[in-house]
């Protein structure tokens, strides 16, 4: 698997668990009152069936219920009865992932309405947490002074990894109170389900379905997951309009030790610059607790201040941290954050000699939106005894610090992204033409493999830089990982499995087996085979597809992994034979055709299957081979000098910058003076396939 920021699971499967209860500063001004802090105002009863609409979601009720308070304030219901949650999808390009995935996942049947697709959901008891928007003006008798079941249905709820709503009610209250945020939390007879409109941040709307863990032994068995059905924008049009940037990380400033390689000490000063003024509350993605098969692991903020040392209210839970600041923020000037941490959150999988703290994986304060990321990166790691640490950047130091091995990096170009790894490694480089090459081998010394990985690098990158610009950077890391099949790209480096160490002893017997069995080995196969050369061409060119030109969102993901891969069948096709770039593009089409009338490419990361390895094949048939199959149509009808220059246009002027996919065709239009909307609607934003010819 060749991914830029893409994970099927944390590191070794680990689930993002918060065993513990909410972690509160306890400071007496502290805004972030917890959602199970509310408690309940008198019940009454509604003989009659009555309704609640907000967004694309309607509750019909009668029963028992009570108003949530916090303090003298209604916030919501509390409701138990009988009642139904009515959902409807109006985002066209989701409908055939929502039909499938509520039957799949969900096991009800849609139903079509008038331009639209929707789902009816009986309950027995709902919490619904609303701000923004008036609360029904329900009525009805007095039922009884108390409803005893409120204390156990907001327990379970505390259970569901990655739901904490406390965050986005206290952003709404401070950030933007004008706008809409909404929970509702219903109980069937067999299943859970969550409804979402979160109008200040991520100005999204959606419907998911709680799944049990399996597998993590009795202790965790009332924990769930939920598992998106449907997410639709009622604010904003995905196709045109760009998603929602609230403030950005411009500079990011990481110290780690660690010196049994389990325990770390971690220092994050982040440069914030908010993009809308009047905020308060900054959310981010951050670990609590990380379950592995072996044990459970945590991390624990010991102080959260500002850039003058004074402490700020925070909030620390269920994988997000929410950070308030005392005054409102002003459009464009920097805020300062610091926080201080430590934990046993690095994880030796199987006990093998590294650990990584991995792509957008929640190990320093990270924005949720891909758009928040654009940062001049600065690190000092240090470990002890034979282990070293790799990481973005050019080399400041590396050597020793006392006791400490030491490597500090830094970048002056803004990147996002970052990754750090330590482990027992050989270290070998080599520069040539002003670029040093730099290759980390896992237990075992350099040897010839190295030439050849040395002499592809320095290939691939003299290549990209003929119609793609300069290469990004002054010294390029490869990273071997006890693992195997598949490569990643952090800016900088990439990981590559062990996999291609041991081809690259024979590389071109590697790939001719690989030329036989395609990219990807068919499902009975336990051990990839990798195209090492393709695989090396590939994530070379995320540094360009990634790094200088960044995704924006996930529905523009193609942008990074499908032009990367059609880069490396270029490569293919110049340095290898057409015979190889033609097989690339007999594969796209086969894997591509497979995949397409699941969905549409950029909605590849909303597919659910309960077959993994069916998830895993149909997002990467959508991203690594319809995506290409586009580009290909386009270079068979543009020819060469137009389509490379629509490539190198679109590097110019997005260099260090983020593009969408509607930005990146309106450059295409420009050049060709042809309007490519219907192709971007039809094959992008729709299910067909375009036309292949070999």
Known sequence: MTSLGFRLVRILLILGLCLAGPRLTGQANSPFVPVEGYKLGQVRTLAQQSSFTVGHARIDFSGNWAPLLRGEQKTGFYLEGNGSLTYISAFEPEWPIFERNAKDMGGVVPFKGNGTRGVSISFTRARILLAGAPLPGWDGGTAMESMPSYQAFAESWQKVDGHFPLHALTAQALNNPGQVVAYIEVEGKDRRWLYHLDGVEAQEEGLEVLRPFRGFGVEYKDWQYSVPLSRQYPQRDPRKDPSPVHFRVSGLDVDLRTADNRQAEM??????????????????????????????????????????????????????????????????????????????????????????????????????????????????????????????????????????????????????????????????????????????????????????????????????????????????????????????????????????????????????VAGVIGRYTPRSISIHTMDVRHTMAHEMAHQYWGTVVKMPSAHDQWITESFADYCAALYDRDFKSKGHYDKCVAGWKSEGERASDKGPIPLANDLRFDDGYEAFRTRTGLLYSKGPSLLYALHQELGDQVFLTWLKSTQTNFRWKFASTFQIFDLLKFITKKDYTPFVNDYFWGLKMPPVKP
């Open 267 to 512: 220092v994050v000063q982040e440069t914030l610059i908010p993009l809308e003024g009047g905020m308060r509350v900054f959310t981010f993605d951050l670990w609590t607790s990380l379950v592995t098969p072996e044990d459970v692991r945590h991390l624990k903020i010991k102080q959260v201040t500002d850039g003058a040392g004074n402490a700020l209210a925070f909030s620390h839970s269920h994988d997000s941290l929410a950070v308030c600041y005392p005054t409102p923020a002003t459009r464009g000037v920097p805020l300062h954050l610091r926080v201080e941490y430590a934990g046993d959150f690095l994880i030796q999988p199987e006990g093998k000699n590294f650990w990584q703290l991995g792509v957008k994986a929640g190990w320093y304060p990270t924005p949720s939106g891909y758009a928040s990321e654009l940062y001049t990166f600065h690190a000092t790691v240090r470990t002890k005894g034979e282990w070293s640490a790799f990481l973005p950047g050019d080399t400041v130091r590396r050597g020793k610090d006392g006791e400490w091995n030491i490597v500090e990096t830094r970048t002056d170009k803004p990147i996002c992204w970052t990754t750090i790894l330590g482990g027992k490694y050989f270290v070998e480089e080599e520069t040539s033409d002003g670029l040093t090459v730099r290759i980390a081998t896992y237990g075992f010394k350099p040897g010839s493999v190295n030439k050849t990985f040395f002499a592809q690098a320095h290939n691939i990158v003299r290549y990209y830089q003929n119609f793609l610009g300069p290469f990004p950077f002054k010294e390029f890391l490869i990273v071997e990982k006890n693992e195997w099949g598949y490569g990643q790209a952090p800016p900088g480096m990439m990981y590559i499995t062990r996999d291609a160490f041991e081809q690259g002893k024979n590389i071109r017997a590697a790939e001719d």
